[in-house]
């Protein structure tokens, strides 16, 4: 062949075959590396991050002219141009180039890439890893609120079933626990009962004994133990085809009550335990976790102090009604007792007045008949009439008495009085039964007895008159002796009455009296009933007539004298002796310029009960002045008159006792009066006593007198007898407000 | 029961003395205070009460004729003769004072006039009455203890 036109030839005639299927594979490769850049231009562009850029952009470049090798590829079948070739190897050049960069740039990259996916891996690990760490944690929290929650449920009610069954619900939902039971020590302490489960609705009261070895492991241990789901406290329920969850059992100290009153918490002293049982579901494959068994163990301590407050409450409860019930029964007898001291009361009253209306009467009556004109039988049936109606009346007397000093009502008379007239009268009035007895009574009075003493005269000589009476009455023959004397501190205590300390002071004494006779004498187990009123003894011995109240009152009559009163007898036929012995008061020394206390037997109306007291009157009113002059001479006083302030205060000394005033004069302020007195006599000794008196029935008055320092106040019209007490309240008190 | 037809007079004229509102307790006081020390005391203080209250009386008058009236003044007097009355047991008197005080103290002097009139009646009558009766006493010789009046 002829070749002008620089073509170039292929090597292979171009019909042949193999030409063919060379023609269509390069056109296909062109086709591919040219569409790959583009894919990966549309993918890189859609992506957000591609580090590679550059490396992209080289492969991009080595795809395409290794695509463009390809395509000229085609036109290399047939017979070609030298220009096609020229093209061809300028792209095959350029396409070795960067198809070198390319690979090396690629040695660089790979690794970079691989790593990628090795940190990938790493951090998904990671993740993994937190994330279970998290729920750990979460479920702590939760279990964490679980026990706070449970405690409160079980601390918010008192009810010991309640609390209970609050326990084992909250556990089991906390916990997921497929059951959950409660096994309580009997009565005897020698078997666990089942006492509470959670699904079971009525336990079967299943026992087991206590003395298991797996049940002292458990016991011993204040942390919840695990335990074989085989034993015979985790049996609760049906043998199941699977495998049983763990159990765990924890001890719940019952404290008794008397256990709070030691500071700390009594380790071994509790010996009662019960036991809580706590089984996980079966088939979960589940193990009890650390904080699940805290759990446990925390709400076993919560259960028991939430227990002993339930007992205590019982306990409290139970103490209260029965209280109450007392209270009400104690209620009902004072009532009963008030009741019955008002009916006594009534009773007395109404009677007293009833039985005192005919007495008088008849004693009154009697008396006056004795003063008429009688024969000798008359006159003697009336002194017989006389002495039983004395006799009566006093016995009347007697029982208000006794019912007045039991309520504590009756008060004595105290007064300044002679002690041996005591003694004499008491001899002259017991003087004829024991002469016609032919019985001898001697009366033996201390020296060292003062003559005169402070006390309730009359009743002192009721006393007296009762022992002295029972000596006689109770005596066929002999003799009696009564002995008096002061009673010395020793010789105060009697074995029987240990309570009774006297102690004499400087204005106390105690006297004694014994009073001895020989007469039929007193068993020694009828003395203490000897007391008590209307017991009587029987007849053979102590035939008394009497109602049985004398030596009852007379009893009353020595208490209230601060004294105490006994009898001592040897037996029967040995005579015996009273003893009693009182509190008197010394009287002070007998003093013209004191004011003494004039015996009140011996006061009556009309005589001086103030000799020579000197007073003071202030009045400006002639007529009043004379008359209040009138009042006090007729009590016996020694009365200076002055008619104003400056004469009153002129004529004042230390001589005078009382100053009488007369402050209802309008504009004259006797006030002043008391005031100056007051800076004349600073001591109160020398002071006399500033009285006023006034017709003006107001508080202000009596106040501006108490402001000055008066030392009483008396309402004008004053009466004799009204003068005469007040006078007396006056010096014996000092002071004197009479209610205005 | 007195025996003495003087003495049983004497009773009586005593007794309607009281009855009739002239006298209250404090006379009795004062009869009281009567005995062999003091044997005519009852009629020293009357007598006494008469010259005193008849000075303090003829103030009043003379104060009454000045006008205007000087209330604290008459007050002043008033109250001095009502405590004599008051200390003879003169019941109409005091009465009579008293009101004179409260016509006083409202500064009434209408009333006040009224009242003074009325006042010396009641005085003048007391007065004939117990000189009576003192006379008739002196005549039944010495008294024996009052009794009081039912």
Same mark, same amino acid.
């Given at each position: 062949?002829?070749?002008?036109c620089?073509?170039?030839?292929?090597?292979?005639?171009?019909?042949?075959?193999?030409m063919?299927y060379?023609?269509?594979?390069?056109?296909?490769?062109?086709?591919?590396?040219f569409?790959?850049p583009?894919e990966?231009?549309?993918?890189?562009?859609?992506?957000?991050?591609?580090?590679?850029?550059?490396?992209?952009?080289?492969?991009?470049?080595?795809?395409?002219?290794?695509?463009?090798?390809?395509?000229?590829?085609l036109?290399?079948?047939?017979?070609h141009?030298?220009?096609?070739a020229?093209?061809?190897?300028?792209?095959?050049?350029?396409?070795a180039?960067?198809?070198?960069?390319?690979?090396?740039?690629l040695v660089?990259?790979?690794p970079?890439?691989?790593?990628?996916k090795?940190?990938?891996?790493f951090?998904?690990?990671?993740?993994?890893?937190l994330?279970?760490e998290?729920?750990?944690?979460?479920?702590?929290?939760e279990?964490?609120?679980?026990?706070?929650?449970?405690t409160?449920?079980?601390?918010?009610t008192?009810?010991?079933?309640?609390?209970l069954?609050?326990?084992?619900?909250?556990?089991?939902?906390t916990?997921?626990?497929e059951?959950?039971?409660?096994?309580?020590?009997?009565?005897?302490?020698?078997e666990?009962?089942?006492?509470?489960t959670?699904?079971?609705?009525?336990?079967?009261?299943y026992?087991?004994?206590?003395?298991?070895p797996v049940i002292?492991?458990?016991?011993?241990?204040?942390?919840?133990?695990?335990?074989?789901?085989?034993?015979?406290?985790?049996?609760l329920?049906?043998?199941?085809?699977?495998?049983?969850?763990?159990?765990?059992?924890v001890?719940?100290?019952?404290?008794?009550?008397?256990?709070f009153?030691i500071?700390d918490w009594?380790?071994?002293?509790?010996k009662?335990?019960?036991?809580?049982?706590?089984m996980?579901?079966?088939?979960?494959?589940r193990?009890?976790?650390?904080?699940e068994?805290?759990?446990?163990?925390?709400?076993?301590?919560q259960?028991?102090?939430?227990?002993s407050?339930?007992?205590?409450?019982?306990?409290?409860?139970?103490?209260?009604?029965?209280?109450m019930?007392?209270?009400?029964?104690?209620?009902?007898?004072?009532?009963?007792?008030e009741?019955?001291?008002?009916?006594?009361?009534?009773?007395?009253a109404?009677?007293n007045h009833?039985?005192?209306?005919?007495?008088?009467?008849?004693?009154?009556l009697?008396?006056?008949?004795?003063?008429?004109e009688?024969?000798?039988e008359?006159r003697l049936?009336?002194?017989?009439?006389?002495?039983?109606?004395?006799?009566?009346?006093?016995?009347?007397?007697?029982?208000?008495?006794l019912?007045?000093l039991e309520?504590?009502?009756?008060?004595?008379?105290v007064?300044t009085?002679?002690?041996?007239?005591?003694?004499?009268?008491?001899?002259?009035?017991?003087?004829?039964?024991?002469?016609?007895?032919?019985l001898?009574?001697s009366?033996?009075?201390?020296?060292?007895?003062?003559?005169?003493?402070?006390?309730?005269?009359?009743r002192?000589?009721?006393t007296?008159l009762?022992?002295?009476?029972?000596?006689?009455?109770f005596?066929?023959?002999?003799?009696?002796?009564?002995?008096?004397?002061?009673?010395?501190?020793?010789?105060?205590r009697?074995?029987?009455?240990?309570?009774?300390f006297?102690?004499?002071?400087?204005?106390?004494?105690?006297l004694?009296?014994?009073?001895?006779?020989?007469?039929?004498g007193?068993?020694p187990?009828?003395?203490p009933k000897?007391?008590?009123?209307?017991?009587?003894?029987?007849?053979p011995?102590?035939n008394?007539g009497g109602?049985?109240l004398g030596?009852a009152?007379?009893?009353r009559?020595v208490?209230?004298?601060?004294?105490?009163i006994?009898?001592?007898?040897?037996?029967?036929?040995?005579?015996?002796?009273?003893?009693?012995?009182?509190?008197?008061?010394i009287?002070?020394?007998?003093?013209?310029?004191?004011?003494?206390?004039?015996?009140?037997?011996?006061?009556?109306?009309?005589?001086?009960a103030?000799p020579g007291?000197?007073?003071?009157?202030?009045?400006e009113?002639?007529?009043?002045?004379?008359?209040?002059?009138?009042?006090?001479v007729?009590?016996?006083?020694?009365?200076t008159m002055v008619s104003?302030?400056?004469e009153?205060?002129?004529v004042?000394?230390?001589?005078h006792?009382?100053?009488?005033?007369?402050?209802?004069?309008?504009?004259m302020d006797?006030?002043?009066?008391?005031v100056?007195?007051h800076?004349k006599?600073?001591?109160?000794?020398?002071?006399?006593?500033?009285?006023?008196l006034?017709?003006?029935t107001?508080?202000v008055?009596k106040?501006?007198c108490?402001?000055?320092?008066?030392?009483?106040v008396?309402?004008k019209?004053?009466?004799?007898?009204?003068?005469r007490?007040?006078?007396?309240d006056l010096?014996?008190h000092?002071?004197?407000?009479?209610?205005? | 029961?007195?025996?003495?037809?003087?003495?049983?007079?004497?009773?009586?004229?005593?007794?309607?003395?009281?009855?009739?509102?002239?006298?209250?307790e404090?006379?009795?006081?004062?009869?009281e205070l009567q005995?062999?020390?003091?044997?005519?005391?009852?009629?020293?203080?009357?007598?006494?009460?008469?010259?005193?209250s008849?000075?303090?009386?003829?103030?009043?008058?003379?104060?009454l &004729?000045?006008?205007?009236f000087?209330?604290?003044?008459?007050?002043?007097?008033m109250?001095?003769f009502k405590?004599?009355?008051?200390?003879?047991?003169a019941?109409?008197?005091?009465?009579e004072s008293?009101?004179f005080? &409260?016509?006083?103290?409202s500064?009434n002097?209408?009333?006040?006039?009224?009242?003074f009139?009325?006042?010396?009646?009641?005085?003048a009558?007391?007065?004939?009455?117990? &000189?009576?009766?003192?006379?008739?006493a002196?005549?039944?010789?010495?008294?024996?203890?009052?009794c009081?009046?039912?």
């Amino acid at each position: 062949m002829e070749l002008n036109c620089n073509c170039i030839e292929p090597h292979l005639p171009p019909d042949d075959l193999l030409m063919k299927y060379q023609y269509i594979s390069d056109f296909f490769i062109a086709l591919a590396y040219f569409s790959i850049p583009l894919e990966l231009i549309y993918f890189v562009k859609k992506s957000a991050v591609f580090p590679y850029r550059w490396v992209l952009v080289q492969f991009g470049a080595f795809i395409v002219l290794c695509g463009a090798t390809h395509l000229i590829n085609l036109w290399t079948f047939t017979i070609h141009s030298r220009t096609v070739a020229m093209v061809m190897t300028t792209a095959k050049v350029l396409t070795a180039v960067v198809s070198c960069a390319t690979a090396l740039m690629l040695v660089h990259i790979i690794p970079d890439l691989l790593s990628v996916k090795t940190r990938e891996l790493f951090l998904k690990n990671k993740a993994a890893e937190l994330d279970r760490e998290m729920g750990l944690i979460r479920t702590q929290e939760e279990t964490g609120r679980h026990v706070r929650m449970l405690t409160h449920e079980i601390r918010s009610t008192l009810d010991r079933h309640t609390i209970l069954k609050t326990t084992l619900v909250e556990l089991g939902r906390t916990l997921g626990l497929e059951e959950c039971a409660l096994w309580m020590p009997t009565r005897t302490g020698l078997e666990l009962q089942l006492s509470y489960t959670l699904r079971q609705q009525n336990p079967v009261g299943y026992t087991v004994p206590i003395h298991l070895p797996v049940i002292n492991q458990v016991f011993s241990s204040s942390r919840a133990v695990k335990i074989s789901p085989n034993c015979p406290l985790a049996r609760l329920r049906p043998a199941g085809k699977y495998m049983p969850g763990e159990v765990v059992a924890v001890r719940v100290p019952l404290l008794h009550l008397t256990n709070f009153q030691i500071n700390d918490w009594p380790e071994l002293s509790t010996k009662r335990y019960a036991l809580m049982v706590l089984m996980l579901p079966s088939d979960s494959a589940r193990q009890w976790h650390v904080h699940e068994l805290e759990l446990v163990e925390v709400v076993a301590d919560q259960v028991a102090v939430a227990l002993s407050h339930a007992a205590i409450l019982e306990e409290s409860m139970r103490a209260r009604d029965l209280l109450m019930e007392q209270n009400v029964a104690l209620d009902l007898a004072r009532r009963e007792a008030e009741t019955a001291i008002r009916a006594r009361n009534d009773f007395l009253a109404v009677m007293n007045h009833e039985m005192r209306t005919p007495m008088h009467a008849i004693i009154a009556l009697s008396s006056l008949l004795q003063e008429t004109e009688l024969t000798p039988e008359q006159r003697l049936m009336v002194e017989t009439i006389l002495k039983s109606s004395n006799l009566l009346a006093t016995l009347i007397n007697d029982v208000l008495d006794l019912s007045r000093l039991e309520d504590g009502s009756l008060q004595l008379d105290v007064a300044t009085f002679n002690l041996y007239a005591v003694f004499r009268e008491v001899l002259n009035l017991i003087k004829p039964i024991p002469s016609v007895k032919k019985l001898h009574v001697s009366l033996n009075l201390a020296p060292d007895l003062p003559e005169f003493a402070i006390g309730d005269d009359k009743r002192l000589m009721q006393t007296i008159l009762n022992v002295v009476g029972n000596a006689v009455k109770f005596s066929k023959e002999g003799s009696i002796s009564i002995t008096a004397f002061v009673a010395k501190p020793e010789s105060l205590r009697d074995p029987r009455a240990p309570e009774f300390f006297p102690v004499p002071s400087d204005n106390h004494f105690y006297l004694r009296v014994q009073v001895k006779d020989s007469g039929s004498g007193i068993s020694p187990q009828d003395i203490p009933k000897l007391f008590t009123k209307f017991a009587q003894n029987q007849a053979p011995t102590r035939n008394s007539g009497g109602s049985g109240l004398g030596l009852a009152i007379c009893k009353r009559f020595v208490n209230l004298m601060d004294g105490h009163i006994w009898i001592e007898s040897e037996g029967l036929g040995k005579g015996c002796t009273a003893i009693f012995i009182v509190k008197l008061g010394i009287p002070e020394r007998w003093n013209e310029s004191k004011i003494p206390f004039m015996p009140k037997a011996s006061t009556n109306h009309g005589q001086t009960a103030f000799p020579g007291l000197k007073v003071l009157v202030m009045d400006e009113n002639g007529v009043s002045r004379m008359v209040t002059k009138g009042l006090l001479v007729h009590l016996g006083c020694d009365v200076t008159m002055v008619s104003s302030i400056e004469e009153c205060l002129r004529v004042v000394s230390h001589e005078h006792k009382v100053v009488l005033m007369d402050v209802c004069v309008p504009g004259m302020d006797g006030y002043e009066i008391a005031v100056r007195i007051h800076e004349k006599f600073p001591k109160r000794h020398e002071r006399p006593l500033i009285v006023a008196l006034t017709g003006n029935t107001d508080k202000v008055t009596k106040e501006n007198c108490m402001r000055v320092g008066m030392d009483g106040v008396i309402l004008k019209p004053v009466s004799l007898d009204k003068m005469r007490s007040v006078l007396s309240d006056l010096l014996e008190h000092r002071v004197l407000f009479e209610a205005i | 029961m007195e025996r003495n037809p003087i003495r049983r007079q004497l009773a009586n004229m005593r007794q309607s003395l009281f009855d009739q509102g002239y006298l209250d307790e404090q006379f009795i006081q004062l009869e009281e205070l009567q005995d062999d020390a003091n044997p005519n005391f009852v009629e020293e203080v009357v007598t006494l009460y008469y010259r005193d209250s008849g000075r303090i009386l003829l103030n009043i008058e003379q104060a009454l &004729e000045r006008k205007p009236f000087d209330f604290h003044k008459l007050d002043g007097y008033m109250h001095q003769f009502k405590g004599s009355s008051s200390s003879i047991g003169a019941k109409k008197v005091k009465a009579e004072s008293t009101l004179f005080r &409260e016509y006083c103290k409202s500064g009434n002097g209408e009333g006040c006039m009224r009242t003074f009139q009325q006042l010396k009646r009641e005085y003048a009558t007391l007065r004939k009455k117990l &000189e009576a009766y003192f006379q008739l006493a002196r005549q039944a010789g010495p008294m024996e203890t009052a009794c009081r009046p039912k």
